[in-house]
Nanobody, 124 residues
């Protein structure tokens, strides 16, 4: 069993920045790929970014490339999502997820455990 707890969401003006954190319980974190997903209001959940267990490989949705950065600190069992140049269309509930057995990526089905989500609202 793995528990994931997101934090760092909030209300920010367009052009601003936020850093989301996701703290994981258990020893599986350092050997597992992680991902960030988001669900905008009235839409389906979508992939945002992913990172390999060692942090050497990352991937991003086209909509956030160049603005968002995913990183991790295995000593702290935490994965981060630095979000810069935020836009109103980035408004969503953001979720982190862990892939215990694979390489993560953009498939939601690859991830076994999910956090409860944190709200990010970007005002225009």
């Amino acid at each position: 069993q793995v528990q994931l707890v997101e934090s760092g969401g909030g209300l920010v003006q367009a052009g601003g920045s936020l850093r989301l954190s996701c703290a994981a319980s258990g020893r599986a974190f350092s050997k597992s790929a992680m991902g960030w997903f988001r669900q905008p209001p009235g839409k389906e959940r979508e992939f945002v970014a992913g990172i390999s267990w060692g942090g050497g490989s990352t991937s991003y949705a086209d909509s956030v490339k160049g603005r968002f950065t995913i990183s991790r600190d295995n000593a702290k069992n935490t994965v981060y999502l630095q979000m810069n140049s935020l836009k109103p269309e980035d408004t969503a509930v953001y979720y982190c997820a862990i892939d215990l057995y694979g390489s993560g990526g953009n498939r939601q089905g690859a991830y076994e455990y999910w956090g409860q989500g944190t709200q990010v609202t970007v005002s225009s």
